[in-house]
Structure formats: structure tokens, C-alpha cells
T-cell receptor
């Protein structure tokens, strides 16, 4: 199946700093990627839909100035957590669909990034 | 609008016993349905999916699920649980050819396997 990677896999930062998380589709071009946040023992919460070459679409309650999304190419979307605070500590997961392969609209998920803000 | 309900946030079975994880969906159009598994500190791995072909779908690791339209269900089963099956399982739904529309996930069911 299609492969999606994320980098870094985990990051620890001080409060007030910004952290960038990369999501890459390795063997297909993804015009759309999705960013999720997952708290311990909970389900995935969709944060935003990242569209190549245009602005991301944020879900209600997600601060777009806090979570900056850039989808500059067909294989890369980045999520930047600006001025991170301890409450931003979470597991961030991206996913993408292969628009050519389709395969029943399957979403392929990255391995996730564990963010810990001290 | 679509939604998924997973009955039971935690299921515990003995090794070798039947695994049954329940998922009911709501959809205004014929849905696509998915089961994903998540191991600790990892992303989601697709177990199987239903895309309007055979109603009994076989997936990886011996799992299978049956789409029952009359019951709006897509329960996940495995005849004999293995210790390595212990993980979080998510049921998800989408509309066919939904393009940029993300999956809608259930809240997840944690499966524990007791030796």
C-alpha cells in the first residue's frame, strides 16, 4: 500500500517555541492531506484538511494561527505549532489519499509525531 | 452526515478466544467502511475495508468483518485471539468517491488479550 512518513517521530520543546512537523507521501502524490490530533486513550480528532497550493481548511475550534499548515508540494505538508504550550502536548498524525490509486478511498496514515511541551 | 459508534471502549478476551469488536454506522449514502488498528505510539494501519463489493471482508492478521445493511453494522471478528492483537481498534466511515472528505472515526475500542 501507499506509504506516508512523518518527521520527527517525537519532539520535546520548551514552552513558547515553535515546532514543525513534516508529513510526506513517499510513493504517490497527494493533493489533499489531513492532520489529526490524538490525546491519550482517545480517538483521532481532525484538525484540518491540507490542500496543495491553497489554504488549509480548519475544523471548528482549531486555531489557524496556532497551527500553521503549509502544503507546498504534492508530497509534503507541514504542521507548525507556534508558541507551543504544555496543553499542545499530544500525538499528531497525518494521512493522505492516493488520488490516482483511489483503492476504495483508503486513507494512509503516517506513524505519528509525539509532541511534549515542557 | 456520517457517524460511527463503537460499542465498548474496552474489550478483554483470553488468548485463543473469539474477538468481536462492534461498529455501527450512520450514513445517508451507501458507505465505505474501514477498520484500522493502532499500536502504542504508532500511526493507524488498515486492517480491512468494505467498498460495496462482497459483504464479508477479509483483512490482515486473520481479521474479518461483515457489512450488514439491515443492521447498519460492520463488526470486526477474529476466531482466535493472539497476544499480539492487543491494540486500539478504530472503525471509520466515508462516502464513496468522497475525494477530499476525511474519514469519520469512532471513539475506538481497546482490545486486551489475557494469557
Amino acid at each position: 500500500g501507499a506509504v506516508v512518513s512523518q518527521h520527527p517521530s517525537w519532539v520535546i520543546c520548551k514552552s513558547g517555541t515553535s515546532v514543525k512537523i513534516e508529513c510526506r507521501s513517499l510513493d504517490f502524490q497527494a493533493t489533499t492531506m489531513f492532520w489529526y490530533r490524538q490525546f491519550p486513550k482517545q480517538s483521532l480528532m481532525l484538525m484540518a484538511t491540507s490542500n496543495e497550493g491553497s489554504k488549509a481548511t480548519y475544523e471548528q475550534g482549531v486555531e489557524k494561527d496556532k497551527f500553521l499548515i503549509n502544503h507546498a508540494s504534492l508530497t509534503l505538508s507541514t504542521l507548525t505549532v507556534t508558541s507551543a504550550h504544555p496543553e499542545d502536548s499530544s500525538f499528531y498524525i497525518c494521512s493522505a489519499r492516493d488520488p490516482v490509486l483511489r483503492v476504495g478511498d483508503t486513507q494512509y496514515f503516517g506513524p505519528g509525531t509525539r509532541l511534549t511541551v515542557l | 452526515a456520517q457517524s460511527v459508534t463503537q460499542l465498548g471502549s474496552h474489550v478483554s478476551v483470553s488468548e485463543g478466544a473469539l474477538v468481536l469488536l462492534r461498529c455501527n454506522y450512520s450514513s445517508s449514502v451507501p458507505p465505505y467502511l474501514f477498520w484500522y488498528v493502532q499500536y502504542p505510539n504508532q500511526g493507524l494501519q488498515l486492517l480491512l475495508k468494505y467498498t460495496s463489493a462482497a459483504t464479508l471482508v477479509k483483512g490482515i492478521n486473520g481479521f474479518e468483518a461483515e457489512f450488514k445493511k439491515s443492521e447498519t453494522s460492520f463488526h470486526l471478528t477474529k476466531p482466535s485471539a493472539h497476544m499480539s492483537d492487543a491494540a486500539e481498534y478504530f472503525c471509520a466511515v466515508s462516502a464513496p468517491n468522497s475525494g477530499n472528505t476525511p474519514l469519520v472515526f469512532g471513539k475506538g475500542t481497546r482490545l486486551s488479550v489475557i494469557a
